[in-house]
């Protein structure tokens, strides 16, 4: 059994998105980013199939040229090789479910 906080131990960066690993299982990544208000995730795909949850806070989250607006409690899950961005509009924590063959480098080099 692995368990892991949503909260604890969260920590914003003032330039750039902050990502923490929060559990590694067997079959999944759980991954924490901390935005504040106007940071921007840039373009990017995953190689895998992808579900993303706001757990608190707000995000417009861009997907085949639409944005949608997703807040607090909203979840979307996105099939693989997707193009996608986020632009925080409310600091906020979102949770990033990655495949266990995706790789947390990749989502780091996002941010870059």
Do not use: W
């Amino acid at each position: 059994m692995k368990t892991a906080s949503m909260t604890d131990q969260l920590v914003y960066n003032t330039d750039k998105p902050a990502i923490t690993v929060l559990l590694d299982s067997n079959h999944s990544k759980e991954i924490r980013i901390a935005m504040r208000s106007g940071q921007l995730m840039k373009e990017h795909k995953a190689p895998s199939p992808i579900v993303v949850s706001i757990f608190e806070g707000a995000i417009d989250f861009g997907v085949n040229g639409e944005k949608l607006k997703l807040k607090k409690g909203d979840l979307i899950a996105l099939e693989a090789n997707v193009p996608h961005d986020l632009l925080c509009t409310e600091d906020c924590i979102v949770r990033l479910s990655l495949s266990k063959t995706d790789s947390v480098d990749r989502v780091k080099n996002v941010i870059k």
